[in-house]
């Protein structure tokens, strides 16, 4: 399984971060998703659910801070990532293979963590190989909208949810969908930058769309959902 060994985004050094090719690496909106996540009061009593951990960076952190963590994938080698990076950095995780919250039937979480695919792309086809990571449909919601409404159902009634994602699939339609779930929701973090290779790559498309007009940035929100 061909991996590369990066930082993971964490404040003290060294951190080791393994990554199979086709899972998702750190990157930007991890570091704000990571941001949001030190502002949360997290104590060994404090459940953690990891939604989409891909590498998981972010699980390791969140056991890092003291909480009892479980990270969900639905691809095996992201699994395999998360569980080696957990055992490299001397955390303890409950790493889990599944399709977000069906993995973890019947359990409640004190907050909840989501950096799911949300790069829009052209056809209705199933994203395959590595940009499964990162492709989520037409509208780059096929994966924040099943976040929205299956999140209520795994939260501890005093807990909450974080989520990231890039302005050009909806930041009012995520705000709305979680209201419509139940939550109270707000965006906590932002943050501007320049479009990576895969948006460059379909700039012409995301014009066709009327997703971006003239500008080659995006910004990327985290999204705070707690109950009412």
């Known amino acids: 399984m061909p991996s590369a060994t990066v930082g993971c985004p964490t404040p003290a050094d060294p951190r080791r971060c393994v990554v199979p090719r086709g899972v998702y690496a750190p990157q930007a909106d991890t570091r704000r998703l990571r941001r949001a996540l030190h502002r949360e009061p997290i104590t060994d009593r404090t459940h953690v659910l990891d939604l989409g951990t891909g590498s998981g960076a972010l699980a390791v952190e969140a056991a890092r801070l003291g909480g009892r963590v479980t990270a969900v994938d639905i691809s095996w080698r992201a699994v395999a990532a998360a569980w080696l990076n957990g055992v490299l950095n001397g955390q ?13 039937p019947g359990r409640r979480f004190h907050l909840v963590l989501a950096n799911p695919p949300y790069v829009p792309a052209p056809g209705a086809a199933p994203p395959r190989g590595p940009a499964r990571a990162w492709d989520a449909g037409p509208d780059g919601r096929l994966l924040i909208d099943r976040v929205c409404d299956s999140a209520p159902a795994v939260l501890h009634p005093t807990g909450a949810l974080l989520l990231v994602h890039s302005h050009l699939c909806g930041v009012d339609a995520t705000l709305a969908r979680l209201t419509e779930a139940g939550l109270r929701a707000e965006v906590v973090d932002r943050t501007r930058l320049p479009f990576g290779p895969v948006l460059r790559s379909r700039l012409g498309w995301l014009r066709e769309r009327g997703l971006v007009n003239g500008e080659t940035t995006e910004e990327l929100v985290v999204i705070r959902g707690r109950r009412s």
Not at 92 to 104: F, K, M, P
């Open 92 to 104: 303890s995780l409950r790493v889990r293979h599944g399709d977000l919250a069906s993995a973890v």
